[in-house]
C-alpha cells in the first residue's frame, strides 16, 4: 500500500512541475477587497492545494479523535456490562451453595400425601 501511494504523490507532484514549468506568468490575487497580490499562476495553485491538503488532513485527524471517542465510549460500557454479569454470577454461585448446604426434604409420595390426611 504505501508503493500505492508513493506512486501518486509523485505523480501529483510531477504534475504540478510540469504545470508550473509552463505557467509562469504573473497574475493578480485578490485575498481581501483593497489588497491585490501578484504571484505566478503555478504559485497560487499549489498554495490553494497545500491549504486543501492541510484541511483534508486537519479533518482526518478530527473524525478520527471522535472515532476513537465512540469506541473508547463502548468499551467503558462494555466493560461495565462484562462487571454487571460476573457479579450475576457470583450470585448465582453464593445461592447454589447455599442450597446445596439446606438439607434434602423428602420426595412427596402417596404415602406422605396419606399421612398428611390422615393427621
Not at 6 to 34: D, R, Y
Not at 57 to 75: A, N
Not at 100 to 118: N, Q, Y
Request: proline share 3%; net charge negative; glycine share 4%.
Amino acid at each position: 500500500m504505501r508503493q500505492v501511494n508513493f506512486a501518486v504523490i509523485f505523480v501529483i507532484c510531477l504534475a504540478l512541475v510540469l504545470f508550473g514549468i509552463q505557467n509562469t506568468e504573473s497574475v493578480p490575487i485578490q485575498i481581501v477587497k483593497g489588497v491585490q497580490l501578484q504571484a505566478p499562476l503555478s504559485i497560487e495553485l499549489i498554495l490553494a492545494m497545500g491549504i486543501g491538503a492541510i484541511l483534508a488532513w486537519v479533518f482526518s485527524v478530527w473524525t478520527r479523535v471522535q472515532r476513537m471517542v465512540e469506541v473508547g465510549k463502548d468499551l467503558r460500557d462494555r466493560d461495565s456490562r462484562i462487571h454487571e454479569l460476573e457479579e450475576d454470577v457470583e450470585r448465582y454461585k453464593a445461592e447454589i451453595d447455599q442450597q446445596r448446604l439446606l438439607p434434602a426434604a423428602k420426595p412427596v409420595t402417596e404415602d406422605t400425601e396419606a399421612e398428611f390426611v390422615t393427621q
